[in-house]
Nanobody, 122 residues
Framework: QVQLVESGGGLVQAGGSLRLSCVVS????????VGWYRQVPGNQRELVAT???????DYSDSVKGRFTISRENAKKTVYLQMNDLKPEDTAVYYC????????????????WGQGTQVTVSS
């Protein structure tokens, strides 16, 4: 079963930066696409970035140009570099991994980590 441990969140002023990390275990990490999600209480979880096993990346319109997803297969870790943060980026951020990209897009995955809180003050 996949295990996910997110870290790197915190409190930052608008315009600042944070780098999130997520260690993934229990899957053939280097062969699977990985995604970063965020969730605000009362709202559905939103997929904000994905990276394929071939390093192809994709972003939601809300973060495009500000966030960068990357992966380090040797460490089974995925990163999310977040620049020019805005108050609307405040959320709990989660990562996940799945055999196919469409599974990440659907978000209907059985295992989730504890997430890491990002709070952006104005």
């Amino acid at each position: 079963q996949v295990q996910l441990v997110e870290s790197g969140g915190g409190l930052v002023q608008a315009g600042g930066s944070l780098r999130l990390s997520c260690v993934v275990s229990g899957t053939p990490f280097s062969f699977y696409p990985v995604g970063w999600y965020r969730q605000v209480p009362g709202n559905q979880r939103e997929l904000v970035a994905t990276i394929s096993s071939f390093q192809t990346t994709d972003y939601s319109d809300s973060v495009k140009g500000r966030f960068t997803i990357s992966r380090e297969n040797a460490k089974k870790t995925v990163y999310l570099q977040m620049n020019d943060l805005k108050p609307e980026d405040t959320a709990v951020y989660y990562c996940n991994s799945a055999p196919r990209l469409e599974l990440l897009t659907k978000g209907d995955l059985s295992s989730w980590g504890q997430g890491t809180q990002v709070t952006v003050s104005s």
